[in-house]
């Protein structure tokens, strides 16, 4: 069982920024993937964005050039900063280890609890 503890997330206006982190032993290490999903009320589980073992990154269309991944491995951390955020960014974000076939459900499969994100 992976243990991962999300803060960060919160209410904010259009326009504003968050930023969610993730603690958990697995991230202690840069050898593998790292991502960030997330879940709107009514739609499947979302990939946001993954920072690869080889330190390249993906971003999902809809966040692309507004979110940015991090990791600190010293820190067993990873980051996701939101920036210019959009009512239709509302979710639960999910941290995430590296997940060959990741459930629809986001809060079914092996990672933490999530952190709310709400942009009116």
């Known amino acids: 069982h992976v243990q991962l503890v999300e803060s960060g997330g919160g209410s904010v206006q259009a326009g504003g920024s968050l930023t969610a982190s993730c603690t958990g032993s697995?991230?202690?290490?840069?050898?593998?993937?790292v991502s960030w999903y997330r879940q709107a009320p009514g739609y499947d589980c979302e990939l946001v964005s993954t920072l690869r073992n080889d330190r390249t990154i993906y971003y999902a269309s809809s966040v692309r050039g507004r979110f940015t991944i991090s990791q600190d491995s010293a820190k067993s951390t990873i980051y996701l900063r939101m920036n210019n955020l959009k009512p239709e960014d509302t979710a639960v974000y999910y941290c995430?280890?590296?997940?060959?076939?990741?459930?629809?459900?986001?809060?079914?499969?092996?990672w933490g609890q999530g952190t709310q994100v709400t942009v009116s």
């Open positions: 697995v991230f202690a290490s840069d050898d593998s993937d």
């Open positions: 995430a280890p590296e997940t060959d076939y990741p459930l629809v459900d986001c809060a079914a499969n092996d």
